[in-house]
């Protein structure tokens, strides 16, 4: 057999590899969303803001979406109740944001 037969024969195998691999990649990396719950979140998942939440307690993380941190505080906070902080890439919406945020 020739090369290119091997080629061919493991170019499905390495096309997969390559679209997989930024999704394993995302799902790895540290959340960019981080927020507090002021009550424990009832479900382990939430969908919000385009993007998908996971909640323990009263915490809940996510990866970045295409909103601002405002949008998705609120579109989170419709979902999982009040929110007492929240974070994204590690800064924290100011009171009064997280009071709209909250509205």
Same mark, same amino acid.
Request: aromatic fraction near 6%; hydrophobic fraction near 50%; charged fraction near 15%.
């Given at each position: +057999? ?26 790895? !990396? ?8 002021? !009550? ?7 969908? !919000?803001? %385009?993007?998908?939440?996971?909640c323990s307690g009263t ?12 949008? +998705?505080?609120?579109?989170?906070? $419709? ?9 994204? %890439? %590690? ?8 009071? $709209?945020?909250?509205?």
């Amino acid at each position: +057999m020739s090369i290119t037969h091997y080629a061919r024969a493991l170019a499905p195998i390495f096309a997969a590899a390559l679209f997989a691999a930024p999704a394993l990649a995302q799902t790895n !990396a540290a959340p960019f969303y981080r927020a507090e719950l002021a !009550a424990p979140a009832t479900a382990p998942r939430a969908i !919000a803001g %385009g993007v998908i939440w996971q909640c323990s307690g009263t915490t809940c993380t996510a990866a970045k979406g295409n909103s601002r941190p405002l949008v +998705m505080c609120a579109r989170l906070a $419709r979902e999982a109740g009040p929110i007492t902080s929240f974070t994204a %890439g %590690g800064e924290a919406l100011a009171a009064e944001q997280l009071a $709209r945020c909250n509205r």
